[in-house]
């Protein structure tokens, strides 16, 4: 199976503990999440973000409504926890979600592990750029809601590796 990444960084003067609540929160990624992908948890809230927890979601992509499961498989709180896909429409969707002390606040980084039907053709004519779109919106959403507006992201990162 061909896998892709994509890693996202961006930085917030804050410390990881004032960071991390927000994310383990699964009823914030809607706020996150651009319009388009008319979102929605279908899991009661509160929903504890712990090894095993899993997050029922209904998401659109390009108008054809999508059932998504992802599990929570590695929790470090305030530094990092992971997310997989159980059920969805990836083949391979593993997220790696790390806030690193540094400079005096935290670099939030994303790691994504993709596989996708139809492989690097997929990836190159529909998903990737989605992706990118998707993650440019969360981190404007997130120095939003961090009262941040003004802040830039130290680095904004998109790579993207093939592997087989």
Known sequence: MKTHTIACESWLPLTPDAVFPFFADAGNLQAITPGWLKF??????????RV?????Y???FKGIPLRWTSEITASKPPHLFM????????????HTHEFVAQDGGTLCRDDVEYAVPGGS???????????????????REIFRHFDAPGLRPSRLVFL???TE
Not at 40 to 47: N, V
Not at 83 to 94: H, M, N, T, V
């Open 40 to 49: 929605r948890i279908l899991t009661k809230t509160p929903i504890q973000m």
């Open 160 to 162: 993207t590796f093939s």
């Open 58 to 60: 209904m998401i659109g």
């Open 121 to 139: 053709l997929v990836n190159r004519l529909l998903v990737r750029k989605s992706l990118e779109k998707i993650f440019t919106h969360r981190c």
């Open 83 to 94: 997310d997989e896909q159980r059920r969805g429409p990836y083949r391979l969707w593993a």
């Open 52 to 56: 095993g927890a899993r997050i029922d």
